[in-house]
């Protein structure tokens, strides 16, 4: 089972040297070393939503003493679309049978699931909605 929808907000879409580019502007305290951008999912779904876009980017500020903007872009083929999407269809049929893993990671500080995970069912009451 595959999910009927993914909800999601590109930050830009661009020309960049004359090839359509989706871009996700990210800031780092070190620099990316390069593997992120080829193995993010992110990016892969983000492929999807843009089938005709030729490149997929971080554009990364990274803030050490001399900040700096590292730009790091990959692309996506049919095989690596199928295997996202055979992954998100394992992640969709757990939770079609309400299976949840929790994943902990700095992400956490930014998750909006963060009042499920911590047990806090009135503030998840308070901020979540349900989709039917
Ligand atoms: S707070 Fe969010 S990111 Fe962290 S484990 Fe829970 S669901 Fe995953």
């Not at 999910?3 to 990316?32: H, N």
């Not at 001399?66 to 790091?72: G, L, R, S, T």
């Not at 083929?77 to 893993?101: C, T, W």
């Amino acid at each position: 089972m595959l999910p009927s929808f993914l909800i999601g907000v590109i930050d830009l879409v661009a020309e960049r040297s004359g090839r359509k580019t989706v871009v996700d502007f990210k800031t780092s305290g070190s620099s990316y070393d390069g593997f992120e951008a080829e193995l993010s999912d992110q990016l892969t779904a983000y492929k999807l939503a843009e089938p005709d876009a030729e490149e997929l980017a971080f554009c990364v500020l990274v803030k050490t003493k001399e900040p700096k903007i590292e730009w790091h872009t990959t692309r996506r083929n049919g095989d690596q679309l199928s295997e996202y999407l055979a992954k998100v269809g394992y992640v969709a049929r757990d939770i079609g049978s309400s299976k949840f893993y929790k994943r902990p990671g700095m992400w956490c500080s930014w998750c909006d699931f963060r009042p499920v995970c911590l047990g806090d069912r009135k503030k998840a009451a308070e901020t979540l909605i349900h989709v039917p």
